[in-house]
C-alpha cells in the first residue's frame, strides 16, 4: 500500500535525538501517502511538501454527444437489475463489449442467454473489468486527489496548501514513485515539482508549467540537483537517463557518456551475427546486433513502447517475436511488416480476474517453438503460436491481499531442456510449484527455503533432470541476503549455493551449457560466476560496473554470456574459457585457452600521419593458474616450423591471468638495422607454450 495511518512530517530540532510530529495544516489519516520535502538554502524558514493524497473522488458521468448518460458504464452495471440488462440494445451491449476487449466470443446474444439462464449476474460484466483486471488502466484512469503542494513560512510549524491548480496527471496512480520537490536556493517563490512531467512554479506553488519540453527530456523524473552558487544550473535525473540545463529548465542536453539502459529482461535469436532482445525500463523493447558498438555503426531498433518486458523469439524465423509491457499486455510482432496482434489471455466472465505480474513471465517452450507460457496467477499455456491459450493450473499463488499494484501472481515460468511438461512456476508471494506432468497437476516445493520471498528466477538444470536452481529477493522485507538455492530432487529440499557472496539481492541464477560446474549469477550490485557449483564465487569486473544486472543469458552456439543490467544496459562476455574448466582443471597448475584469431596487417609498426601514434598490434594469451608456484609463468612462442621466437613471463596467481604478446619475434624494436615491419610475424600458426614448473600447456595463435 502507498498509504495509511502514520504518514507524517515530523521535525527535530536537536539533530535527530528526538522528534515532533508537525501537521497543522496538513492532510492526515489513512489517505496520506509519499511525501517529499525541501527547505529553501538561503530563507531556511520556507519548507515545501508535495504529497501523494490517496483519498478518491467522484468524476462527473460521462454523457454521450446527445449529453444523455451513457448507461453502459462499468460502475453502472455494478448494480444493474438483471431484467433492466436483458432489455438494453443489443448494438449497444456489443459497443461496450468490444470497446472494452471482451474477448470475441463475448457478443450480447450469448452474455444474456448466460444471464438469462443465471450463470452470472450482470454485475459480473463489472467486475471483468474490475480494478485488479487491468491494473495499467488503473495507472492512468485515477479517481484520487493525487499531487498536492503545502508551504510552511515558520520552519514547518504551520502548514498551507499552496497548488491553485489541479496536479492531476503529474502522478496518475504512481505516488509511490515519485513524491519530490525542490526549491531554488536563492527564491523561495521558484519551486519544482515532478512525476511523470517535470514541472516549475514562479509564483510559490500557485501555479505550475511543464518545463521539459525542449531537450530530448524524456517523461518519469526522480532526480534534481539545482546548483546552490547558480540556480539556473540544473541536474536532472529520468528514465532516460541524465539532463542539464543551464537557463533554469527553460532548455535541457541529454547526457549519455556513460551510455545508460534499464534493462528488465534479455533474450537472443540464432541469426550470424545474432542479435540481443530487451525490455527496458519506461523506454519499451530493443533488438540489436551482438557485434553491435555504442555509438557506431547501425543503431539499434525498436519493437514495442511503454515499459518493455520479456521477449521470446522464435529459433526457426526471427522475424517472429512475443513480447510487450507492464501487466501482461503481450503481443506477437512480425519484423518483416504487420501490425502487432494481442496475445494475452482472458479469463471467462463469472471467473476471478487475472492479476498480472508488472514483468509478466512470458516464455517460449525449448521443445517446440509454437508452445509458450504465460503466468498470472494462474499457469497459462498455446500451443500454436499464441492463437489460442489454455489454463493448465490452479492459483498457484498464496492469494493475499492486493495493494496498489496486484499481487499474488506469478514472477517465473521455467521448463527443463531435457523433458518436455517438466513445469517450474515461482510467486512474488513466496511459492514455487512443480508440474511433472504438463501442468496436469502442481506440487508446491518451498520447504526449507525461506518463506514469503519474491521468486525471482529458477533455472532447470541443463545436465540432469532433477536438478534446478533458483533465486528468491528479500529487499521488500529488508532481507538483503543473497538466496541462492539448488536441488537435486525436483524442489523437494533445497540447499544454498550462496558460497561467499556478499549480502546483495540475488536476481538470476544461470547454469552454464556446457559446464555444469559453472554457474553464473546477477545481484542488486553486480554479476560473479562460480567455477565450483556454489562454494566460491568471483566479481565480473573488467569492463563491467557494479550496477543491477537482473537478467543473463548464454548463446548456446557462440557460448557468450549476454548480460542484461538495470542502469548500464547490455554486456556480452566470451566464457568459451570459463567453460574449458570443467572436468577438475580448476585443479591443474596451469590451463591455457585458444586466443583469438589476429587479422595480419602490412601497417603494423606504422602511422598514417606524423600527429599519429604507431599502429601496435598485440594479442592477449588467457591462462588459468590453478596451483601458483613460486616462480612466473613462463611463456615460449614457437613458429610454424616449431622454432622459439619469442619468450615472455606471465602472473603466477591463482586464478584467471593474461599476458600481452605484441607479435614481434624476439628482441622486436631492439634489433638494428631492420625495418620495423619485418619484426613481426607473418600469417600461420604459433604455438604458445605456458610452464609452471613442472607442468606445461599449450595453446595455438592463428594470425591470418
Known amino acids: 500500500m502507498g498509504n495509511g495511518r502514520g504518514s507524517a512530517i515530523f521535525i527535530s530540532n536537536d539533530g535527530g535525538e528526538t522528534w ?17 520535502l525541501d527547505v529553501c538554502l538561503t530563507r531556511p524558514d520556507v519548507l515545501y511538501a508535495v504529497v501523494d493524497n490517496q483519498e478518491e473522488i467522484r468524476k462527473e458521468k460521462k454523457k454521450d454527444a446527445k449529453g444523455k448518460e451513457n448507461m453502459l458504464r462499468r460502475d453502472v452495471l455494478r448494480d444493474m437489475n438483471p431484467q433492466v440488462f436483458l432489455n438494453l440494445p443489443n448494438a449497444d451491449l456489443d459497443t461496450f463489449l468490444v470497446k472494452n476487449n471482451f474477448p470475441k466470443k463475448y457478443r450480447a446474444e450469448l452474455i444474456k442467454e448466460e444471464v438469462k439462464r443465471g450463470k452470472y449476474q450482470p454485475k459480473a460484466l463489472y467486475e471483468y473489468l474490475g480494478e485488479e483486471n487491468d491494473a495499467n488502466t488503473n495507472l492512468f484512469e485515477t479517481t484520487i486527489k493525487g499531487a498536492e503542494v503545502y508551504r510552511s513560512d515558520d520552519s514547518g510549524k504551520n502548514w498551507r496548501k499552496v497548488n491553485q491548480q489541479s496536479l492531476d496527471g503529474l502522478y496518475y496512480t504512481y505516488g509511490y514513485y515519485f513524491g519530490q520537490i525542490r526549491v531554488a536556493p536563492n527564491n523561495p517563490d521558484r519551486v519544482f515539482t515532478w512525476g511523470v512531467p517535470l514541472l516549475v512554479s514562479n509564483d510559490g506553488g500557485r501555479t ?22 547558480d540556480e539556473d544550473h540544473i541536474i536532472n535525473g529520468n528514465d532516460g537517463g541524465i539532463n542539464v540545463s543551464f537557463d533554469g529548465g527553460r532548455t535541457w542536453s541529454h547526457q549519455n557518456q556513460p551510455s545508460v539502459g534499464q534493462f528488465y529482461t534479455v533474450m537472443i535469436d540464432s541469426e550470424k551475427p545474432y542479435n540481443v532482445y530487451g525490455g527496458l525500463q519506461d523506454n519499451g523493447v530493443y533488438y540489436g546486433s551482438s557485434g553491435s558498438v555504442p555509438g557506431k555503426g547501425k543503431d539499434w531498433q525498436p519493437l514495442m513502447g511503454g515499459d518493455g518486458m520479456m521477449v521470446a523469439v522464435d529459433p526457426e524465423n526471427s522475424n517472429i517475436v512475443y513480447t510487450g509491457f507492464q501487466y501482461g499486455n503481450y503481443f506477437r510482432i512480425n519484423k518483416s511488416g504487420g501490425k502487432p496482434v494481442a496475445i494475452t489471455p482472458k479469463h471467462e466472465i463469472g471467473e476471478p480476474s487475472l492479476r498480472w505480474n508488472w514483468r509478466t513471465p512470458l516464455v517460449m517452450s525449448r521443445h517446440n517453438s509454437a508452445i509458450l507460457y504465460m503466468g498470472s496467477q494462474r499457469l497459462h499455456r498455446s500451443l500454436d503460436g499464441a492463437e489460442n491459450w489454455e489454463t493448465i493450473s490452479p492459483d498457484l499463488t498464496k492469494n493475499k491481499t492486493q495493494g496498489n499494484v496486484p499481487f ?71 532481507h538483503f541476503k543473497a538466496y541462492l538455492y539448488r536441488s537435486t530432487d525436483y524442489g523437494k529440499s533445497w540447499t544454498s549455493v550462496a558460497g561467499n557472496l556478499p549480502d546483495e539481492c ?30 566460491i564465487w568471483h566479481l565480473f569486473s573488467q569492463n563491467l560496473p557494479n550496477v543491477a544486472t537482473y537478467d543473463m543469458i548464454v548463446h548456446p552456439r557462440d557460448n557468450e554470456l549476454v548480460i542484461a543490467t538495470h542502469g548500464r544496459s547490455i554486456y556480452i562476455a566470451d566464457v568459451k574459457p570459463l567453460q574449458a574448466l570443467k572436468e577438475g582443471k580448476t585443479t591443474r597448475s596451469i590451463v591455457a585457452f585458444a586466443p583469438v584469431t589476429v587479422q595480419h596487417s602490412k601497417k603494423w609498426g606504422e602511422r598514417e600521419y606524423a600527429f599519429e601514434t604507431i599502429s601496435d598490434p598485440s594479442v592477449a594469451i588467457r591462462y588459468y593458474v590453478g596451483k601458483a608456484g613460486n616462480k612466473p609463468v613462463g611463456v615460449e612462442i ?27 619475434r624476439d628482441g622486436g624494436k631492439a634489433r638494428k638495422g631492420e625495418e620495423l615491419q619485418n619484426l613481426y610475424v607473418q600469417p600461420g600458426t604459433y604455438t604458445v607454450k605456458l610452464v609452471n614448473g613442472a607442468t606445461s600447456a599449450e595453446a595455438s595463435i592463428v594470425v591470418k
Open 20 to 36: 515532533e510530529k508537525s501537521m497543522k495544516g496538513f492532510p492526515e489519516g489513512q489517505y496520506v501517502g509519499r511525501i517529499g
Open 208 to 229: 505550475f508549467s511543464v518545463t521539459d519540453t525542449v531537450g530530448r527530456v524524456h517523461a518519469d523524473h526522480h532526480a534534481m540537483w539545482i546548483n546552490p552558487a
Open 408 to 478: 499474488s501472481t506469478i514472477t517465473v515460468i521455467a521448463e527443463s531442456p531435457l523433458k518436455f511438461g517438466l513445469l517450474y512456476a515461482g510467486t512474488d508471494d513466496g511459492n514455487i510449484q512443480v508440474s511433472r506432468n504438463g501442468g496436469a497437476s502442481w506440487e508446491p516445493v518451498t520447504g526449507n527455503l525461506p518463506p514469503d520471498l519474491w521468486v525471482s528466477s529458477i533455472f532447470p538444470s541443463n545436465f540432469e533432470e532433477g536438478t534446478v536452481y533458483a533465486t528468491l529477493t528479500g529487499y521488500r522485507y529488508d
Open 506 to 535: 540475488a536476481n538470476v541464477i544461470v547454469e552454464d551449457p556446457v559446464n555444469p560446474n559453472l554457474l553464473y549469477a546477477g545481484t542488486d550490485h553486480g554479476t560473479y560466476l562460480t567455477l565450483d557449483g556454489g562454494k
Open 638 to 664: 614457437r613458429d610454424p616450423k616449431g622454432k622459439t621466437i619469442r619468450r615472455l613471463t606471465g602472473m603466477n596467481q591463482n586464478g584467471f591471468q593474461v599476458v600481452n604478446w605484441d607479435l614481434m
